[in-house]
């Protein structure tokens, strides 16, 4: 695979998270950064890679009230299913994951991508509807 060198500035705060992230998994601090951003970005970053029926609710959303679209910006994905979507992380980490589990993880990941464009278009929608959608940056 073919590489390209990168020069990035990074606050020393968020430096030092790296650098105790790379210890916990025992990797470099560039190779840590590398796994959040390849983890943050998809994976051609094409919008033809959204399944079928998740284009068409999100096309939908369009016809929802201003109070679904705010429900649905403020959606949070479950605790449970992000605690085991983490544990998962971790383990595949350090000791890698069983079949069984790697389905899991993608299934849980496949829920929580429909979790952030379902709230994603919603804050959109209201923000082109004249709303502030600030707010939903701070929820919790």
């Known amino acids: 695979m073919a590489t390209q060198a990168l020069t990035l500035n990074v606050p020393d705060k ?4 790296l650098k105790q992230r790379a210890a916990q998994t025992k990797r470099t601090v560039e ?3 590398l796994e959040v951003v390849n983890t943050a970005l998809p994976s051609t970053g094409n919008q033809n890679d959204i399944p079928p ?3 068409a609710e999100l096309a939908a959303m369009v016809y929802w009230s201003d109070k679904a679209l705010w429900k649905a910006g403020r959606d949070h994905f ?4 992000s605690a085991k979507l ?3 992380h971790y383990k ?5 994951l069983t079949e069984t589990e ?5 299934e849980l990941l496949r829920q929580y991508n429909r979790y952030m464009l379902v709230r994603a278009e919603a804050a959109f929608l209201l923000k082109q509807r004249g709303h502030n959608v600030s707010v939903l940056l701070k929820s919790k």
């Not at 968020?14 to 998270?17: G, S």
């Not at 479950?78 to 299913?81: A, D, I, R």
Request: no cysteine.
């Open 53 to 55: 029926e998740l284009a």
């Open 86 to 88: 983490e544990a998962l």
């Open 14 to 17: 968020l430096y030092e998270l």
């Open 31 to 33: 190779d840590e950064l």
């Open 102 to 106: 790697i389905e899991q993880k993608d």
């Open 78 to 81: 479950p605790v449970k299913s």
């Open 92 to 96: 595949r980490q350090d000791k890698g």
